[in-house]
């Protein structure tokens, strides 16, 4: 998935819960089904919301990749 190229891109550096999944659904909302939101983010929490809002919301986390505090979420919008 080296290719995986996204249709849009969020910069959350910076941003603590809630304002991540905030924009992230903002984005995500601006988005066509089976478009893909890069998501890049260093709250601690992100992951984990970003786990719970995917479920609930029935999107899929494609990627998600953690170097250090920092994390980039790939993100296709499913409905």
Not at 1 to 30: H, R, S, W, Y
Not at 65 to 72: D, L, Q, Y
């Amino acid at each position: 998935m080296a290719d995986l190229i996204p249709d849009a891109e969020l910069d959350c550096v910076g941003l603590f819960c809630p304002m991540p999944i905030m924009k992230t659904k903002q984005a995500i909302d601006n988005l066509e089904v089976g478009q893909i939101l890069m998501v890049e983010a260093d709250d601690s929490a992100y992951e984990g919301d970003l786990k719970v809002w995917a479920k609930n919301m029935g999107h899929e986390i494609v990627r998600f990749e953690r170097e250090g505090t920092m994390m980039t979420a790939y993100i296709r919008k499913t409905k």
